[in-house]
């Protein structure tokens, strides 16, 4: 899961001094794609909102980590020539022959096995072990071949190898410690230099074993850029392309003549995480308070109707846990307002006013208003305050081993952003930024 605290401005807004966002100020159009790339370039810059904390996949899970290393390293699926389970408790993966890491070694089976196995090690506190909870055994069947045999049968097993669960580095280079600054991996690009609090350049892998799929660019610069720096530099050419945070940054870069904004369908939420032991302890107030929202005002206030509200929990339904799906945000019936007042009455009373994160910014302003209406019309007492907050407006993408998955309350849907400088194309508008060498398919544009 990806998830991280939210206190975002309209930036275009702020920054052209021109007042509120007005809703349906914009078309939301999505692309699948973007046009492929016309041939070869020397380099392009990139954006990413912070500078990584470290590029050992099993610290990432958030953009600015997997951004750069999806294409520095490999997944297991993407390495083999053939899968195959020959029954419900076994999965093989037979590898490509010839494949070379950044240092040089060939990729072989005892490769494989060593990054899974550290990839299921709780001990080393990755967030990807969990995803090997079923797995009893991980070994090497050949000199190409990997063998998992599991305790009973996991259908998410093999989409977590394709993220980063299944990432593969060479042996030699998992031997020499965590790779924290440093890759051992296989993908069309390798890590040239990190020059803290500057930038990370990433260079073409000649050695690449995928010819048909090498790098377009020779090199990669990201540099680490947010709010007013990341559009200015956006809009000065001086940083080419980036994935946007939040899909209102876009109100500014629209009059942008260096370059186009893209939407694609995302799969992050914006979401309200209430704190474990906090005011909303009792899932009959979080379930409440979810009824109660006002999710399409806070996709045009807060988003400037350029996101996605999402389902409310249906009024009639026992299910404790909220609903993360999207679709069309329906008026407040009496009848979801009456059981969310009816589930404050049976819940403890609050001794003290729930307490909602202080935030800078339009979106978390616009977002906390609402949620002191939802709070008023069902009698719950609430408040913005600092410290330690019973609510968080966060972002992420939830799956279903996460406890975030019945613990959030959703509010909207965020699409995929993308900004790309003329000069460059070929980046998927899609979340598959996060696990594919994505930069690979960057190069010049027909412009």
């Known amino acids: 899961m990806t998830f991280r605290p939210v206190a975002l401005a309209l930036l275009g807004v702020l920054l052209a001094g021109c007042g509120a966002v007005t809703p349906g100020l914009v078309q939301l159009r999505y692309s699948t794609e ?21 590029l050992d996949w099993l610290r990432g899970g958030e953009p600015p980590e997997d951004t750069v290393t999806a294409n520095l390293c490999e997944r297991l699926p993407g390495l083999a020539t053939e899968i195959a389970t020959p029954d419900p408790l076994t999965l093989i993966y037979r590898l490509r022959d010839g494949i070379l890491f950044h240092d040089g070694r060939r990729l072989t089976a005892a490769d494989a096995v060593a990054s899974l196995r550290r990839s299921a090690d709780r001990g080393l506190g990755g967030a990807q072990a969990h995803r090997f909870d079923k797995v009893a055994s ?41 790779p924290s600054t440093s890759d051992g991996c296989s993908g069309p690009f390798r890590l040239a ?128 846990g909220t609903i993360l799906a999207a679709g069309a945000s329906p008026q407040l019936p009496r009848s979801a307002l009456d059981q969310a007042r009816q589930l ?16 800078s910014g339009l979106e978390a302003t616009a977002v906390a208003h609402e949620v002191l209406a939802a709070c008023a019309r069902i009698g719950l007492p609430a408040r913005i305050g600092e410290g330690r907050a ?40 899609g979340p598959s930024y996060l696990n594919h060498p994505w930069a690979a398919k960057v190069g010049r544009s027909k412009h």
């Open 193 to 320: 230099e990190w020059v803290p609090g500057s930038h990370i350049l990433l260079t073409r892998f000649d050695g690449y074993w995928n010819q048909a799929e090498r790098a377009r660019a020779g090199s990669v610069r990201f540099t680490f850029a947010d709010g007013p720096a990341l559009i200015n530099g956006l809009l000065d050419s001086s940083i080419e392309g980036s994935y946007l945070a939040s899909p209102t940054a876009m109100v500014r870069l629209t009059r942008s003549i260096t370059g186009r904004v893209y939407f694609g369908q995302g799969d992050t939420l914006a979401a309200l995480d209430p704190r474990p032991g906090g005011a909303l302890a009792d899932p009959r107030l979080s379930r409440a308070l979810s009824l109660a929202l006002d999710r399409e005002a806070i996709a045009r206030a807060a988003y400037a109707g350029l996101v996605q509200p999402t389902e409310p929990p249906a009024a009639d339904s026992d299910a404790e």
């Open 34 to 54: 973007t046009p492929a790339a016309a041939g070869d370039i020397a380099g392009f810059s990139w954006a990413i909102r912070r500078e990584p904390r470290s």
């Open 390 to 429: 019973d609510l968080t407006l966060v972002t992420g993408a939830p799956t279903l081993a996460d406890p975030a998955w019945t613990r959030w309350i959703p509010l909207v849907q965020l699409p995929n952003t993308l900004y790309l400088n003329h000069r460059i194309t070929g980046a998927p508008t």
């Open 138 to 178: 991980i070994s090497a069947t050949g000199p190409l071949e990997v063998t998992l045999r599991l305790r009973q049968p996991d259908p998410l097993l093999a989409h977590a190898l394709a993220g980063n669960a299944g990432v593969v580095a060479s042996l030699r280079s998992l031997a020499a410690g965590a």
């Open 344 to 359: 404050v009455a049976e819940a403890e009373p609050l001794r003290q006013d729930l307490v909602l994160q202080a935030g």
